[in-house]
Protein backbone atom coordinates (compact mmCIF):
# COMPACT_ATOMS: atom_id res chain seq x y z
CA UNK A 1 0.00 0.00 0.00
CA UNK A 2 1.04 3.68 -1.11
CA UNK A 3 2.15 6.55 1.53
CA UNK A 4 -0.52 8.34 4.08
CA UNK A 5 -2.34 10.88 1.90
CA UNK A 6 -4.17 13.50 3.63
CA UNK A 7 -6.17 16.36 1.17
CA UNK A 8 -6.52 20.20 3.26
CA UNK A 9 -9.60 21.94 1.51
CA UNK A 10 -7.74 25.84 1.61
CA UNK A 11 -9.67 27.06 -1.49
CA UNK A 12 -12.28 29.38 0.50
CA UNK A 13 -12.84 32.72 0.82
CA UNK A 14 -12.98 33.83 4.62
CA UNK A 15 -15.57 36.40 3.32
CA UNK A 16 -16.53 36.99 7.29
CA UNK A 17 -12.53 37.92 8.40
CA UNK A 18 -13.25 41.07 6.43
CA UNK A 19 -9.52 40.55 5.17
CA UNK A 20 -7.14 41.34 2.10
CA UNK A 21 -5.24 38.35 3.30
CA UNK A 22 -6.10 34.57 2.99
CA UNK A 23 -8.29 33.45 5.52
CA UNK A 24 -5.67 30.38 6.49
CA UNK A 25 -2.69 33.12 6.62
CA UNK A 26 -4.09 34.46 9.79
CA UNK A 27 -2.14 33.70 12.30
CA UNK A 28 -2.46 32.21 16.25
CA UNK A 29 0.41 32.70 17.98
CA UNK A 30 2.66 33.64 15.42
CA UNK A 31 2.42 31.10 12.96
CA UNK A 32 -0.36 31.34 9.82
CA UNK A 33 -3.50 29.18 11.07
CA UNK A 34 -2.61 26.68 8.06
CA UNK A 35 0.83 25.65 9.63
CA UNK A 36 -0.85 24.25 12.63
CA UNK A 37 -2.73 21.95 10.20
CA UNK A 38 -0.20 21.02 8.44
CA UNK A 39 2.22 20.57 11.63
CA UNK A 40 -0.63 18.37 13.10
CA UNK A 41 -0.72 15.88 9.71
CA UNK A 42 2.46 15.59 9.79
CA UNK A 43 3.42 14.75 13.93
CA UNK A 44 0.01 12.29 12.59
CA UNK A 45 2.97 10.72 10.30
CA UNK A 46 1.49 11.82 7.23
CA UNK A 47 3.82 11.63 4.82
CA UNK A 48 2.00 13.48 1.44
CA UNK A 49 0.04 16.28 1.98
CA UNK A 50 -2.05 18.01 -0.93
CA UNK A 51 -3.67 21.34 -0.38
CA UNK A 52 -6.27 23.06 -2.33
CA UNK A 53 -5.74 26.54 -2.71
CA UNK A 54 -7.74 29.02 -4.41
CA UNK A 55 -8.07 32.91 -3.48
CA UNK A 56 -4.34 34.32 -2.88
CA UNK A 57 -2.88 30.71 -2.97
CA UNK A 58 0.49 32.25 -4.36
CA UNK A 59 0.50 33.79 -1.19
CA UNK A 60 -0.36 30.80 0.88
CA UNK A 61 2.36 28.88 -1.57
CA UNK A 62 4.51 30.79 0.74
CA UNK A 63 4.20 29.55 4.21
CA UNK A 64 3.75 25.59 2.49
CA UNK A 65 7.54 25.28 1.88
CA UNK A 66 8.08 21.97 0.01
CA UNK A 67 6.42 20.06 2.30
CA UNK A 68 2.97 20.03 0.49
CA UNK A 69 1.45 19.72 -3.04
CA UNK A 70 -0.39 22.53 -4.11
CA UNK A 71 -3.58 21.93 -6.96
CA UNK A 72 -6.08 25.14 -7.48
CA UNK A 73 -9.81 25.08 -7.27
CA UNK A 74 -10.38 28.01 -9.48
CA UNK A 75 -13.93 28.09 -9.17
CA UNK A 76 -15.77 27.90 -5.88
CA UNK A 77 -18.27 25.34 -6.34
CA UNK A 78 -18.21 23.21 -2.87
CA UNK A 79 -16.23 21.30 -0.85
CA UNK A 80 -16.69 17.71 -2.86
CA UNK A 81 -15.20 20.00 -6.36
CA UNK A 82 -12.37 20.98 -4.00
CA UNK A 83 -11.33 17.65 -3.40
CA UNK A 84 -12.03 16.68 -7.15
CA UNK A 85 -9.34 19.12 -8.07
CA UNK A 86 -7.24 16.83 -6.01
CA UNK A 87 -8.30 13.69 -7.41
CA UNK A 88 -5.25 13.26 -10.12
CA UNK A 89 -2.59 13.79 -7.81
CA UNK A 90 -5.03 10.91 -5.29
CA UNK A 91 -4.60 8.10 -8.42
CA UNK A 92 -1.31 6.96 -6.81
CA UNK A 93 -2.83 5.59 -3.84
CA UNK A 94 -5.41 3.69 -4.84
CA UNK A 95 -6.33 0.75 -2.81
CA UNK A 96 -5.44 3.24 0.66
CA UNK A 97 -7.12 5.78 2.87
CA UNK A 98 -7.12 9.47 3.05
CA UNK A 99 -7.12 11.82 5.26
CA UNK A 100 -9.45 15.21 4.16
CA UNK A 101 -9.82 18.04 6.74
CA UNK A 102 -9.86 21.84 6.30
CA UNK A 103 -7.20 24.44 6.32
CA UNK A 104 -9.43 26.61 9.03
CA UNK A 105 -9.35 24.43 12.13
CA UNK A 106 -6.16 24.90 13.46
CA UNK A 107 -6.84 23.20 16.71
CA UNK A 108 -6.91 20.27 15.97
CA UNK A 109 -4.38 17.54 16.81
CA UNK A 110 -2.11 14.86 15.91
CA UNK A 111 -3.20 12.88 18.30
CA UNK A 112 -7.17 12.72 17.33
CA UNK A 113 -6.04 12.45 13.50
CA UNK A 114 -4.27 9.02 14.01
CA UNK A 115 -7.35 7.83 16.01
CA UNK A 116 -9.38 8.92 13.42
CA UNK A 117 -6.91 6.87 10.83
CA UNK A 118 -6.92 3.95 13.26
CA UNK A 119 -10.52 3.45 13.86
CA UNK A 120 -10.98 3.71 9.86
CA UNK A 121 -8.25 1.36 9.39
CA UNK A 122 -9.33 -0.94 12.36
CA UNK A 123 -13.53 -1.37 11.43
CA UNK A 124 -12.67 -1.13 7.55
CA UNK A 125 -14.49 1.44 6.86
CA UNK A 126 -14.95 3.30 4.02
CA UNK A 127 -15.35 6.38 5.50
CA UNK A 128 -14.76 7.65 8.93
CA UNK A 129 -16.06 11.20 9.96
CA UNK A 130 -14.78 13.25 12.85
CA UNK A 131 -17.79 14.56 15.05
CA UNK A 132 -18.33 16.57 17.95
CA UNK A 133 -21.63 17.14 20.28
CA UNK A 134 -21.50 20.84 20.54
CA UNK A 135 -24.25 22.80 22.77
CA UNK A 136 -24.79 25.18 20.05
CA UNK A 137 -24.69 23.50 16.70
CA UNK A 138 -25.88 26.26 14.31
CA UNK A 139 -23.94 26.54 11.16
CA UNK A 140 -22.74 22.99 11.25
CA UNK A 141 -23.55 19.77 9.25
CA UNK A 142 -25.73 17.41 10.89
CA UNK A 143 -25.05 13.99 11.97
CA UNK A 144 -28.09 11.97 11.10
CA UNK A 145 -28.05 8.16 11.97
CA UNK A 146 -29.96 5.84 11.17
CA UNK A 147 -30.26 1.85 12.81
CA UNK A 148 -27.20 1.18 10.70
CA UNK A 149 -25.38 3.91 11.84
CA UNK A 150 -24.68 7.04 10.09
CA UNK A 151 -27.08 7.23 6.90
CA UNK A 152 -25.97 11.50 6.09
CA UNK A 153 -24.74 14.96 6.91
CA UNK A 154 -27.22 17.66 6.25
CA UNK A 155 -26.19 21.10 6.33
CA UNK A 156 -27.47 23.81 8.30
CA UNK A 157 -29.17 25.08 5.47
CA UNK A 158 -30.90 22.07 3.82
CA UNK A 159 -32.18 20.74 6.95
CA UNK A 160 -35.40 20.80 8.80
CA UNK A 161 -36.58 21.50 12.50
CA UNK A 162 -35.87 18.14 13.68
CA UNK A 163 -32.44 17.58 11.70
CA UNK A 164 -31.65 21.04 13.11
CA UNK A 165 -32.10 19.61 16.52
CA UNK A 166 -29.60 17.21 16.37
CA UNK A 167 -26.62 17.88 18.65
CA UNK A 168 -23.76 15.80 16.78
CA UNK A 169 -22.09 17.49 14.17
CA UNK A 170 -19.56 17.12 11.15
CA UNK A 171 -16.20 18.64 12.07
CA UNK A 172 -15.33 18.84 8.30
CA UNK A 173 -12.25 16.19 8.89
CA UNK A 174 -12.71 12.86 7.38
CA UNK A 175 -11.00 9.58 5.95
CA UNK A 176 -11.91 7.71 3.41
CA UNK A 177 -11.11 4.53 0.89
CA UNK A 178 -9.53 6.36 -1.66
CA UNK A 179 -11.29 4.04 -4.18
CA UNK A 180 -14.65 5.12 -3.10
CA UNK A 181 -14.04 8.42 -2.57
CA UNK A 182 -13.00 8.95 -6.06
CA UNK A 183 -16.18 6.47 -7.69
CA UNK A 184 -18.78 8.27 -5.23
CA UNK A 185 -16.88 12.71 -6.10
CA UNK A 186 -18.15 11.81 -9.86
CA UNK A 187 -21.43 11.03 -8.59
CA UNK A 188 -22.11 14.40 -6.57
CA UNK A 189 -24.71 16.56 -8.14
CA UNK A 190 -25.19 20.43 -6.78
CA UNK A 191 -28.86 19.95 -6.46
CA UNK A 192 -29.01 21.20 -2.94
CA UNK A 193 -29.96 24.59 -0.76
CA UNK A 194 -26.54 25.97 -1.90
CA UNK A 195 -26.05 25.10 -5.55
CA UNK A 196 -23.07 23.11 -4.50
CA UNK A 197 -20.94 19.76 -4.53
CA UNK A 198 -21.29 18.89 -1.37
CA UNK A 199 -18.21 17.20 0.17
CA UNK A 200 -20.83 15.74 2.56
CA UNK A 201 -22.93 13.60 0.20
CA UNK A 202 -19.98 11.12 -0.44
CA UNK A 203 -20.79 9.90 3.29
CA UNK A 204 -24.32 9.66 2.13
CA UNK A 205 -24.15 7.87 -1.21
CA UNK A 206 -22.12 5.29 0.34
CA UNK A 207 -24.42 4.22 2.84
CA UNK A 208 -26.71 4.08 0.23
CA UNK A 209 -24.63 1.81 -1.16
CA UNK A 210 -24.63 -0.35 1.69
CA UNK A 211 -20.90 0.50 2.56
CA UNK A 212 -19.70 0.88 5.96
CA UNK A 213 -19.36 4.24 7.30
CA UNK A 214 -18.13 5.06 10.83
CA UNK A 215 -18.31 8.32 13.24
CA UNK A 216 -15.46 9.38 15.54
CA UNK A 217 -16.64 11.39 18.28
CA UNK A 218 -14.20 13.98 19.68
CA UNK A 219 -13.30 14.02 23.35
CA UNK A 220 -12.56 17.80 23.48
CA UNK A 221 -15.44 19.31 21.38
CA UNK A 222 -14.03 22.34 21.18
CA UNK A 223 -10.68 21.30 19.00
CA UNK A 224 -12.79 21.18 16.03
CA UNK A 225 -13.56 25.12 16.24
CA UNK A 226 -12.87 26.19 12.98
CA UNK A 227 -12.39 30.18 12.56
CA UNK A 228 -14.71 32.17 10.56
CA UNK A 229 -14.16 35.60 11.90
CA UNK A 230 -12.10 37.40 14.46
CA UNK A 231 -13.74 36.46 17.50
CA UNK A 232 -12.89 32.98 16.72
CA UNK A 233 -9.61 33.65 15.67
CA UNK A 234 -8.95 34.99 19.21
CA UNK A 235 -10.93 32.24 21.32
CA UNK A 236 -8.48 29.69 18.86
CA UNK A 237 -5.38 32.02 19.46
CA UNK A 238 -5.79 32.01 23.31
CA UNK A 239 -6.28 28.57 23.37
CA UNK A 240 -2.75 27.71 21.69
CA UNK A 241 -1.12 30.26 24.11
CA UNK A 242 -2.31 27.96 26.68
CA UNK A 243 -1.20 24.74 24.71
CA UNK A 244 2.37 26.25 24.15
CA UNK A 245 2.99 27.56 27.93
CA UNK A 246 1.46 24.13 28.89
CA UNK A 247 4.78 22.78 27.22
CA UNK A 248 7.21 25.34 28.15
CA UNK A 249 6.50 25.38 31.86
CA UNK A 250 6.03 21.00 31.67
CA UNK A 251 10.24 21.70 29.98
CA UNK A 252 11.19 23.75 33.41
CA UNK A 253 10.24 27.22 32.52
CA UNK A 254 8.38 28.86 34.92
CA UNK A 255 5.67 31.01 34.15
CA UNK A 256 4.18 33.17 36.77
CA UNK A 257 1.09 34.06 35.37
CA UNK A 258 0.70 32.18 31.86
CA UNK A 259 -3.13 34.15 31.87
CA UNK A 260 -0.93 37.06 30.25
CA UNK A 261 2.38 36.04 29.30
CA UNK A 262 2.27 36.03 25.19
CA UNK A 263 4.58 33.20 23.81
CA UNK A 264 4.85 32.54 20.06
CA UNK A 265 4.39 28.68 18.65
CA UNK A 266 8.42 29.17 17.17
CA UNK A 267 10.00 30.76 20.64
CA UNK A 268 12.29 28.62 22.27
CA UNK A 269 12.93 28.50 26.11
CA UNK A 270 15.95 27.43 28.22
CA UNK A 271 15.10 25.40 31.57
CA UNK A 272 15.11 27.23 34.79
CA UNK A 273 14.32 30.92 32.91
CA UNK A 274 12.10 32.49 34.98
CA UNK A 275 9.14 34.96 33.19
CA UNK A 276 7.38 37.51 34.74
CA UNK A 277 4.05 38.41 34.19
CA UNK A 278 3.29 40.81 30.77
CA UNK A 279 6.08 39.19 28.67
CA UNK A 280 5.68 38.84 25.03
CA UNK A 281 7.94 36.58 23.07
CA UNK A 282 7.91 36.40 19.35
CA UNK A 283 9.10 35.41 16.17
CA UNK A 284 12.50 33.21 16.25
CA UNK A 285 13.43 34.12 19.77
CA UNK A 286 15.50 31.57 21.74
CA UNK A 287 15.96 32.42 25.31
CA UNK A 288 18.76 30.53 27.37
CA UNK A 289 18.51 28.32 30.47
CA UNK A 290 18.27 30.36 34.03
CA UNK A 291 17.39 33.88 32.26
CA UNK A 292 14.58 36.27 34.39
CA UNK A 293 12.28 37.99 31.57
CA UNK A 294 10.10 40.56 32.73
CA UNK A 295 7.92 42.02 34.24
CA UNK A 296 6.27 43.80 30.78
CA UNK A 297 8.99 43.19 28.65
CA UNK A 298 8.34 42.07 24.76
CA UNK A 299 11.47 40.66 22.85
CA UNK A 300 10.95 39.30 19.10
CA UNK A 301 13.90 37.30 16.66
CA UNK A 302 16.26 37.73 19.48
CA UNK A 303 18.63 35.18 21.19
CA UNK A 304 19.62 35.57 24.26
CA UNK A 305 22.40 33.29 26.28
CA UNK A 306 22.18 31.87 29.61
CA UNK A 307 21.83 33.88 32.80
CA UNK A 308 20.23 37.02 31.21
CA UNK A 309 17.97 39.61 32.92
CA UNK A 310 15.64 41.93 30.96
CA UNK A 311 13.32 43.94 33.18
CA UNK A 312 10.88 46.76 31.32
CA UNK A 313 12.23 46.62 27.88
CA UNK A 314 11.61 45.64 24.36
CA UNK A 315 14.25 43.99 22.47
CA UNK A 316 14.36 43.47 18.68
CA UNK A 317 16.82 41.21 16.40
CA UNK A 318 19.12 41.47 18.73
CA UNK A 319 22.06 38.91 20.12
CA UNK A 320 22.60 38.86 23.89
CA UNK A 321 25.34 36.59 25.38
CA UNK A 322 25.35 35.01 28.53
CA UNK A 323 24.75 37.18 32.19
CA UNK A 324 24.20 40.60 30.39
CA UNK A 325 21.25 42.46 32.12
CA UNK A 326 18.80 44.80 30.40
CA UNK A 327 16.80 47.70 32.02
CA UNK A 328 14.57 48.73 33.40
CA UNK A 329 12.88 50.75 30.49
CA UNK A 330 15.30 50.21 27.48
CA UNK A 331 15.03 49.15 23.99
CA UNK A 332 17.35 47.66 21.64
CA UNK A 333 17.45 47.44 18.17
CA UNK A 334 18.19 45.48 15.20
CA UNK A 335 22.25 44.72 15.43
CA UNK A 336 22.68 45.15 18.66
CA UNK A 337 25.17 42.13 19.76
CA UNK A 338 26.75 42.23 23.29
CA UNK A 339 29.39 39.77 24.47
CA UNK A 340 28.62 37.98 28.09
CA UNK A 341 28.13 40.22 31.16
CA UNK A 342 27.41 43.49 29.51
CA UNK A 343 25.36 45.87 31.64
CA UNK A 344 22.60 47.77 30.10
CA UNK A 345 20.63 49.82 32.29
CA UNK A 346 17.59 51.93 32.40
CA UNK A 347 16.37 54.47 29.41
CA UNK A 348 19.09 53.43 26.88
CA UNK A 349 18.73 52.85 23.18
CA UNK A 350 21.01 50.65 21.51
CA UNK A 351 21.24 50.00 17.76
CA UNK A 352 23.71 47.95 15.74
CA UNK A 353 26.42 48.15 17.62
CA UNK A 354 28.16 45.52 19.23
CA UNK A 355 29.92 45.52 23.05
CA UNK A 356 32.69 43.77 24.48
CA UNK A 357 32.59 41.49 27.61
CA UNK A 358 31.45 43.63 30.76
CA UNK A 359 31.39 46.68 29.30
CA UNK A 360 28.28 48.81 30.72
CA UNK A 361 26.13 51.67 29.61
CA UNK A 362 24.12 51.94 32.88
CA UNK A 363 21.82 55.24 31.97
CA UNK A 364 19.63 57.58 29.28
CA UNK A 365 22.26 56.44 26.60
CA UNK A 366 21.64 56.84 23.19
CA UNK A 367 24.45 54.09 21.17
CA UNK A 368 24.17 53.30 17.61
CA UNK A 369 26.47 52.11 14.75
CA UNK A 370 29.13 51.60 17.36
CA UNK A 371 32.02 49.14 17.78
CA UNK A 372 33.07 49.17 21.40
CA UNK A 373 35.12 46.81 23.44
CA UNK A 374 35.94 45.25 26.68
CA UNK A 375 35.15 46.82 30.19
CA UNK A 376 34.00 49.85 28.81
CA UNK A 377 32.36 52.27 30.65
CA UNK A 378 29.21 54.96 28.97
CA UNK A 379 28.35 57.28 31.41
CA UNK A 380 25.09 58.79 31.82
CA UNK A 381 23.28 60.56 29.27
CA UNK A 382 26.19 59.85 26.67
CA UNK A 383 25.10 59.90 23.29
CA UNK A 384 26.47 58.33 19.89
CA UNK A 385 25.96 61.78 17.28
CA UNK A 386 26.32 58.43 14.25
CA UNK A 387 24.27 60.81 11.52
CA UNK A 388 25.33 63.59 9.95
CA UNK A 389 22.04 64.43 7.92
CA UNK A 390 23.34 61.96 4.83
CA UNK A 391 25.09 58.98 6.66
CA UNK A 392 25.43 56.82 9.24
CA UNK A 393 29.04 56.84 10.57
CA UNK A 394 30.35 54.27 13.16
CA UNK A 395 32.04 55.19 16.72
CA UNK A 396 34.73 52.80 18.01
CA UNK A 397 35.36 53.03 21.39
CA UNK A 398 38.72 50.59 22.80
CA UNK A 399 38.54 48.47 25.49
CA UNK A 400 38.65 50.10 29.27
CA UNK A 401 37.81 53.71 28.16
CA UNK A 402 35.78 55.58 30.24
CA UNK A 403 33.58 58.16 28.42
CA UNK A 404 32.19 60.77 30.98
CA UNK A 405 28.18 61.42 31.18
CA UNK A 406 26.90 63.79 29.43
CA UNK A 407 29.31 62.72 26.47
CA UNK A 408 28.40 63.70 22.69
CA UNK A 409 30.60 61.23 20.76
CA UNK A 410 30.18 62.81 16.91
CA UNK A 411 30.84 60.07 14.44
CA UNK A 412 33.06 59.13 12.77
CA UNK A 413 35.56 58.36 15.02
CA UNK A 414 37.60 56.87 17.17
CA UNK A 415 38.28 56.18 21.11
CA UNK A 416 41.31 54.88 22.40
CA UNK A 417 41.81 52.15 24.67
CA UNK A 418 42.02 53.41 28.32
CA UNK A 419 41.29 56.74 27.15
CA UNK A 420 38.70 59.13 29.25
CA UNK A 421 36.83 61.58 27.95
CA UNK A 422 35.44 64.27 30.49
CA UNK A 423 32.15 65.07 31.78
CA UNK A 424 30.15 66.97 29.00
CA UNK A 425 32.86 67.05 26.34
CA UNK A 426 31.47 66.71 22.71
CA UNK A 427 33.94 64.94 20.94
CA UNK A 428 34.96 65.27 17.17
CA UNK A 429 38.60 64.22 16.89
CA UNK A 430 39.99 60.56 17.08
CA UNK A 431 41.27 59.92 21.08
CA UNK A 432 44.60 58.12 21.38
CA UNK A 433 45.15 55.55 23.26
CA UNK A 434 45.25 56.35 27.09
CA UNK A 435 44.53 59.81 26.52
CA UNK A 436 42.28 62.04 28.58
CA UNK A 437 40.18 64.16 26.13
CA UNK A 438 37.87 67.36 27.47
CA UNK A 439 35.79 68.97 24.80
CA UNK A 440 33.39 71.73 26.62
CA UNK A 441 33.63 75.68 27.75
CA UNK A 442 36.07 75.99 30.11
CA UNK A 443 34.06 77.17 33.53
CA UNK A 444 34.51 80.84 34.52
CA UNK A 445 33.98 82.17 38.15
CA UNK A 446 32.36 85.98 38.35
CA UNK A 447 32.96 87.14 41.98
CA UNK A 448 30.69 88.78 44.08
CA UNK A 449 28.16 88.56 40.86
CA UNK A 450 25.14 88.41 43.40
CA UNK A 451 25.64 92.06 44.61
CA UNK A 452 26.12 93.83 41.07
CA UNK A 453 22.95 91.79 39.50
CA UNK A 454 20.46 94.81 40.03
C1 LIG B 1 -18.46 22.27 5.95
C2 LIG B 1 -19.28 20.99 5.91
C3 LIG B 1 -20.13 20.90 7.18
C4 LIG B 1 -19.24 20.96 8.40
C5 LIG B 1 -18.33 22.18 8.36
C6 LIG B 1 -17.30 22.09 9.47
C7 LIG B 1 -19.78 20.60 3.56
C8 LIG B 1 -20.82 20.68 2.50
N1 LIG B 1 -20.14 21.02 4.76
O1 LIG B 1 -19.39 23.33 5.96
O2 LIG B 1 -20.89 19.70 7.19
O3 LIG B 1 -20.02 20.96 9.57
O4 LIG B 1 -17.63 22.26 7.12
O5 LIG B 1 -16.58 23.27 9.56
O6 LIG B 1 -18.68 20.16 3.32
N2 LIG B 1 -13.60 25.02 0.59
C9 LIG B 1 -12.92 24.95 -0.60
N3 LIG B 1 -13.60 25.11 -1.75
C10 LIG B 1 -14.94 25.31 -1.80
C11 LIG B 1 -15.64 25.37 -0.57
C12 LIG B 1 -14.95 25.22 0.60
O7 LIG B 1 -11.70 24.76 -0.62
O8 LIG B 1 -15.48 25.42 -2.90
C13 LIG B 1 -12.84 24.87 1.84
C14 LIG B 1 -12.84 26.11 2.69
O9 LIG B 1 -11.67 26.90 2.42
C15 LIG B 1 -12.80 25.55 4.10
C16 LIG B 1 -13.48 24.20 3.98
O10 LIG B 1 -13.46 23.86 2.62
O11 LIG B 1 -11.49 25.35 4.55
C17 LIG B 1 -14.91 24.21 4.50
O12 LIG B 1 -15.64 25.15 3.76
P1 LIG B 1 -16.81 26.00 4.38
O13 LIG B 1 -17.41 26.85 3.34
O14 LIG B 1 -16.34 26.66 5.62
O15 LIG B 1 -17.84 24.82 4.73
P2 LIG B 1 -19.01 24.91 5.74
O16 LIG B 1 -20.20 25.53 5.10
O17 LIG B 1 -18.54 25.45 7.03
CA1 LIG C 1 -16.59 26.54 7.82
Redesign the pocket.
Known amino acids: MGKNIAIV????L?TRMKSKKP??LHELCGVPMIRYVIDALKAADMEDIIV?L?YGGEEVEKVLEKDCRIVY?RE???????VMQALPELQAYDGGNCLVL????PLLQAATLRLLWEKHVKTKAQATVLTAEISDPS???RIIKGAQGLER?V?EKDANDREKSVNE????TYCFSVTELNDKLKKLTPVNAQG?Y???DVVRLLAEDGKRVETLLLEEPADAQ?I?NRLQLAEAEKVWRQRIIKVHMLEGVTVINPENTYIDATVKIGQDTVIYPGVILQGKTVIGENCIIGPNTRIVDSCLGDGVKVDYSYIVEAKLAADCTVGPFSYLRSGTELSPRVKIGGFVEVKKTQAGEDSKIPHLSYVGDSIIGKDVNIGAGTITCNYDGNNKNITEIGDGAFVGSNTNLVAPLKVGKGAYIGAGSTVTKNIPDDALAIARGRQKNIANWKGKEK
Open positions: LAAGGKVVGQRLGTGHACGDTGYGIEVNTGEYLTGN
